[in-house]
């Protein structure tokens, strides 16, 4: 079992920043993919970014050179770094964990951008 604790969402207007936090704890694997997801209501969950234990990341096309992911020195700690919000960026976003075996995803963290 691996527990996802996240952090850092808010209310911020259009052209702000903010930063989502996420811990894993548990039977954390040496190889493991953290990232985030989002979905807003009657809507499918969207990829926003990952990182691999390795450090390999990846973004969605909406968010690329606006969000940036990183891992925490003790490497079971994940960032996503929003900046230059837009409303559209307002949704639910969900931590994930995926190792070989198994997903998990924490219980989201409400994003929502002013205009």
């Known amino acids: 079992q691996v527990q996802l604790v996240e952090s850092g969402g808010g209310l911020v207007q259009a052209g702000g920043s903010l930063r989502l936090s996420c811990a894993a704890s548990?039977?954390?694997?040496?190889?493991?993919?953290m990232g985030w997801f989002r979905q807003a209501p009657g809507k499918q969950r969207e990829l926003v970014s990952t990182i691999t234990s390795g450090g390999i990341t990846n973004y969605a096309d909406s968010v690329k050179g606006r969000f940036t992911i990183s891992r925490g020195t003790a490497k079971n700690t994940v960032y996503l770094q929003m900046s230059s919000l837009k409303p559209e960026d307002t949704d639910v976003y969900y931590c994930?964990?995926?190792?070989?075996?198994?997903?998990?995803w924490g219980q989201g963290t409400q994003v929502t951008v002013s205009s």
């Open positions: 548990g039977r954390i694997s040496s190889f493991n993919v």
């Open positions: 994930t964990y995926r190792s070989a075996a198994y997903t998990y």
